[in-house]
């Protein structure tokens, strides 16, 4: 789902000043504590909402082909 097709409940809300510095932790404690937990060739999405935390993992990549002899 993109922002065009997001609905409107679910738009982000405006930015606010502090907004980038809060962006900014919550990406370094992900890079500190979480990343080295994640499967280095899938996405990871997490989600939180309250005390509610969702993970998804993408697809698994594509084994390479190995040609028949």
Known sequence: MTLATMPAAEAPAPQVPDDEA??????NAVWTDLLWLMPPDRTVTIAVTGGDVAVTLGPPALAPEVPAH
């Open 22 to 27: 809060q962006k900014r932790a919550i990406a």
